[in-house]
């Protein structure tokens, strides 16, 4: 075994030991030695929860003929990040997700976890990956016939752990999801935000080191896909554990992921992190997908706004200030209006932190009397307010 194999297996052990004993940890423990040993004399150094995607391919083949679904996908997914995939329907994310845990095979090219080229395990090596990859749905997928309890006992049944190991690792899990005190309620009986937790319990029984949500939010309102991304970024905090998701709302990505992926018709559109994917988006799916995210001109404002400024009487011109996050700069008020040489009044618009940085757009109203057209000095250079200033007209 190579050096570096030799050290990814004592780090394996380190993590065993360091965590409380559990039946399916060291299961999958020297699975994952014996799988890294015996991978064609493959030497991964990568992270546990590395995900490596490498000119990955799928093609459906069907009686109906044959559709791309993805195509030339080369990208590293580093351990203990949180990644998102973003697209519009049929771009390919659940395909590509799916490849992760095999629940996909893949056409062409390779997926690397943890530097193990999954497409070259056995039956005993998947049923180890299933167990080191965990998985929650849109629809949650809970056996309706089972409590809570049995439900998140489920795999570690399977696994064949000890009936009092399983009786301390759920009372574990359910603790660490917030639902202590509902073990032996049955799925009807709880809320979707619940029902989802129970998911993610059921995901982290076997400590996976890869969560893979799909749509995980997608049937919950906007309070409770709050709280559950919120219990996701816990959960990749405390545990390290790599959080996959998938979604098609921007949203969702601005509020936990620290680099998104933009799928578009099965290839890359755009990938890096969030904050500069928001803040410059390149492609026109990216544009879109962002847009419910913009605040663009109200329609009472867009309606008064007139293309040239009027010859006579007092007026305001309108301008919008674009923030894209770089360089650390922000709206500061005071400095807009001693640099524009007028009063500004904001009339529209807002700024968001994502990953620290600074990102939005303003509508603000300046004195006909300040009015100009020439922006260059004031969004570049040591006097720049705004990364963008556009004049979108004037109001009277
Ligand atoms: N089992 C299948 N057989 C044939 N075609 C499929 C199959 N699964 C997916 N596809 C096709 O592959 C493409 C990608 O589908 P996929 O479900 O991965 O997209 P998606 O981005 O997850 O879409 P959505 O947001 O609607 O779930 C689509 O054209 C879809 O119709």
Redesign the pocket.
């Known amino acids: 075994m190579a050096l570096s194999a030799v050290s990814n297996v004592l780090r394996r052990q380190f993590r065993a030991e360091a965590e409380p004993a559990a039946e399916g940890r060291s299961a999958r423990l020297s699975v994952s030695a014996s799988a890294t040993a015996g991978s064609q004399g493959q030497a991964p150094a990568a992270p546990l929860g590395t995900v490596v995607f490498r000119d990955l391919g799928?093609v459906?083949?069907?009686s109906?003929g044959e559709?791309?679904?993805?195509q030339n996908i080369t990208l590293d997914i580093a351990a203990g990040s949180i990644f998102g995939i973003i697209?519009?329907?049929?771009?390919?994310?659940?395909?590509?997700?799916?490849t992760i845990n095999r629940l996909?095979a893949p056409s062409s090219g390779q997926v690397l976890v943890d530097g193990v080229d999954i497409g070259t395990l056995d039956e005993a090596g998947l049923v180890q990956l299933r167990r080191r990859v965990g998985m929650i749905f849109q629809h949650f997928n809970l056996l309706s016939a089972k409590t809570v309890f049995e439900n998140v006992a489920l795999p570690l049944k399977v696994a064949g752990v000890p009936a009092a190991q399983i009786q301390q690792r759920v009372t574990e899990l359910l603790d660490l999801v917030g639902l202590q005190d509902k073990h032996k309620t049955y799925p009807s009986r709880l809320s979707g935000g619940q029902k989802q937790r129970v998911g993610i319990a059921r995901a982290l029984a076997t400590r996976p080191e890869i969560l893979l949500c799909d749509?995980a939010t997608s049937a919950l309102d906007p309070e409770t896909t709050q709280a559950i991304l919120a219990l996701l970024r816990d959960i990749n905090r405390r545990l390290g554990i790599t959080v996959i998701l998938?979604t098609?709302e921007m949203s969702v990505i601005r509020e936990i992921a620290d680099q998104v992926l933009v799928?578009e018709k099965?290839e890359i559109a755009e990938l890096g992190d969030v904050w500069q994917v928001f803040g410059n988006p390149r492609h026109a799916a990216t544009q879109a997908l962002l847009a419910p995210l913009r605040h663009g001109v109200p329609d009472d404002l867009q309606q008064r706004l007139q293309p040239q400024a009027p010859g006579t009487g007092r007026f305001e011109q309108v301008l919008q200030l674009g923030y894209s996050g770089h360089d650390g700069l922000e709206p500061d008020f005071p400095r807009i209006a001693e640099a524009l040489g007028a009063k500004v009044r904001l009339l529209h618009g807002g700024v968001d932190r994502i990953q620290g940085h600074a990102q939005g757009q303003l509508i603000i109203a300046i004195d006909g009397a300040a009015a100009r057209n020439d922006w260059a000095a004031l969004t570049q250079g040591p006097a720049t307010i705004a990364h963008e200033i556009r004049v979108l007209g004037y109001v009277v």
Do not use: M, W
């Open positions: 799928k459906y083949r069907s109906a559709v791309p679904a993805l697209g519009r329907s049929g771009a390919g994310k659940s395909s590509l997700l799916r996909e749509e998938i098609h799928l099965g």
